[in-house]
């Protein structure tokens, strides 16, 4: 996968695997799903600015990650993510990060010992000089290696090991199990301060059935990703970007899951309607950032009362909009 993976977005930074990575290199290692603020404690250490002669300050700061995640391949669970390695190269770039390497993690990975990982992967493909990793890190055949480990072999390799204690927030701690779980409730405005940023996911506008534009509400189509974690079903009022365009954002009503009045067989979909704008969007990239939940999807009488019903959710979503200013 060597260089940068655009798709439709704006890579500021290159992706790669570890043979063609950039090295040496100072790196912030573990999963960084959703790049909360747990997550970018440890990439600062990472980033940080050294002084002197420090060898070590040479090294490019990097993110290592596994893929697929290893709970795919050793228990066969699929596992959604908040953010793909395309959208993750856009985030990293500001927090200083100079290059995502991604680790093919597969049987052999799993298979090697916590010393023939530091060995085989972090010393001789990376170069290692610097690692940051949070206090639950776990490595290694059976993840029989924790940071203490980590800390020993770096030691042994001549490589400085710095350990982040977790972030909590309240009683619990910040995780990207956390963030799902608010996602998954429609909880929005939870995950948000938890990211602290908007969650958003992109998608190509395919040509539909055209049964929204029957209806008067012509709707844009989204073929998302089927690797990316999407909140709970249901109507939201939204904002949407045409991908890697620069302008304000457009107001919307998304549609996301099923169509239990119009084709109850149908599939899940992702469908945006853009608020008081007619413009052709097939083919393109719309990034969309769900604002609010307005209401579950249900099963309306006719078609009628289904517009109907979609009239009085645009009006709420203008309102809601129209109050809460864009978050860049």
């Known amino acids: 996968m060597g260089g940068s993976q655009r798709r439709g977005l704006t890579a500021l930074i290159p992706l790669h695997d570890p043979s063609d990575a950039l090295r040496p290199t100072a790196i912030a290692l573990g999963s960084f799903d959703g790049l909360h603020q747990g997550h970018r404690r440890v990439i600062a250490a990472v980033t940080a600015t050294r002084g002197g002669d420090d060898a070590a300050g040479a090294a490019v ?36 990060i100079r290059q995502l390497v991604l680790v093919p993690f ?6 090697l010992t916590p010393e023939a990982f530091v060995a085989e992967v972090l010393v001789a493909q990376l170069q290692a000089r610097r690692i940051a990793v949070g206090d639950n890190f776990r490595f290694g055949v059976g993840r029989s290696g924790d940071v203490g480990d980590l800390a020993r072999l770096g030691a042994r390799h001549g490589i400085e090991v710095t350990v982040l204690p977790m972030l909590y927030d309240g009683s619990e701690r910040v995780s990207s199990s956390r963030i799902r779980r608010a ?26 059935r055209g049964l929204g534009r029957g209806l008067g509400w012509p709707t844009a189509n989204l073929q998302v990703d089927g690797r990316k ?68 999807q249900r099963t309306f009488e006719g078609l009628e009362a289904l517009s109907a019903q979609i009239g009085r959710d645009a009006n709420e979503a203008r309102q809601l909009l129209a109050a809460s200013q864009p978050a860049g």
């Open 229 to 296: 974690f999407l909140p709970l079903e249901g109507v939201y009022a939204a904002r949407a970007w045409l991908a890697g365009e620069p302008g304000p954002a457009m107001a919307a009503v998304m549609n996301l899951g099923p169509q239990p009045t119009v084709d109850p067989l149908a599939p899940s979909a992702v469908e945006v309607h853009l608020l008081d704008r007619q413009i052709e969007l097939e083919g393109v990239h719309l990034t969309v950032e769900p604002l609010r939940l307005l209401r579950r």
């Open 61 to 96: 700061p990097t993110v290592v990650s596994f893929w697929p995640h290893p709970r795919e391949v050793l228990h066969g669970e699929p596992r959604l993510r908040l953010d793909l390695p395309e959208e993750k190269l856009v985030l990293l770039e500001p927090l200083g």
């Open 183 to 208: 996602l998954a409730v429609g909880g929005l405005d939870e995950a948000r301060r938890m990211l602290k940023r908007p969650y958003r996911f992109s998608g190509r506008v395919v040509r539909g």
């Open 106 to 111: 597969d049987a052999a990975l799993a298979a």
